[in-house]
């Protein structure tokens, strides 16, 4: 009964370089969310996304940054030419969507980037 | 523009004794609320929920209370025990957050639970 699965744990690059980090959501779930933490800071909306189909992208930064959810295969984040200030903790988490009450999200491990 | 607001970075209590963690919001279209515990290295988890036309909700040692009219909530969790020592989360969801399920989070408030 796997939860959601992140991977790398953590990554390091260095800057210019691309990120890519996964997210596998748990089973059943077809709405993926993605957080970042900054150190010492709490957790920011990044992007929302249902198969194939991206809803809510409002905290994405407008370059650089890109997410995608296929068909088939886990949850991507992308993160082009990388630089200090993306260092931070990546969360990914999914639910079962909007019912009848709370959307309880369900988080990962999280990704760990480093840019050197 | 901080929409989930927890003032106290940190809080410190002794083991048996109450912790109340608390946390205000600006928006009044949320209309859920909910609390996260996050220990390092670990994602957050789920730990209670409260709907916004309730003003409390119980889950054995944890009980949410909300003040509608003041914006405020609080988790208070009674008897505190040294594994509760975590970051906790207050997070809300619903209209103010453009009713696409996303939960709005503040910025945590560390509790360490003293033996």
């Known amino acids: 009964n796997a939860g959601v699965m992140q991977n790398p744990r953590h990554l390091v690059r260095r800057r210019g370089q691309e990120a890519r980090l996964r997210c596998s959501p748990m089973?059943?779930?077809?709405?993926v969310y993605w957080y970042r933490q900054l150190p010492e800071e709490g957790l920011k909306f990044m992007v929302y996304?249902?198969?194939?189909?991206?809803?809510?992208e409002s905290g994405m930064p407008k370059e650089r940054f890109s997410a995608e959810f296929p068909k088939e295969g886990p949850s991507i984040l992308r993160i082009q030419q990388v630089v200090r200030g993306d260092s931070a903790a990546y969360f990914c988490?999914?639910?079962?969507?909007?019912?009848?009450?709370?959307?309880?999200?369900?988080f990962g491990a999280g990704s760990r980037l480093t840019v050197l | 523009d901080q929409q989930v607001k927890q003032n106290s970075p940190s809080l410190s209590v002794q083991e048996g004794r109450i912790s109340i963690l608390n946390c205000d919001y600006t928006?009044?279209?949320?209309?859920?609320f909910l609390w996260y515990k996050k220990y390092p290295a670990e994602g957050p988890t789920f730990l209670i929920s409260?709907?916004?036309?309730?003003d409390k909700n119980e889950d054995g040692r944890f009980t949410v209370f909300l003040n509608k009219s003041a914006k405020h909530l609080s988790l208070h969790i009674v008897p505190s025990q040294p594994g509760d020592s975590a970051v906790y989360f207050c997070?809300?969801?619903?209209?103010?957050?453009?009713?696409?399920?996303?939960?709005?989070f503040g910025q945590g408030t560390t509790l360490q639970v003293k033996p």
């Open positions: 988490a999914s639910s079962q969507g909007r019912t009848s009450g709370a959307n309880v999200l369900t």
């Open positions: 089973k059943g779930h077809s709405h």
């Open positions: 996304l249902q198969k194939e189909n991206i809803i809510d």
């Open positions: 928006n009044s279209m949320f209309d859920y």
């Open positions: 409260i709907s916004s036309i309730k």
């Open positions: 997070a809300a969801s619903g209209v103010g957050s453009g009713n696409t399920g996303k939960l709005i």
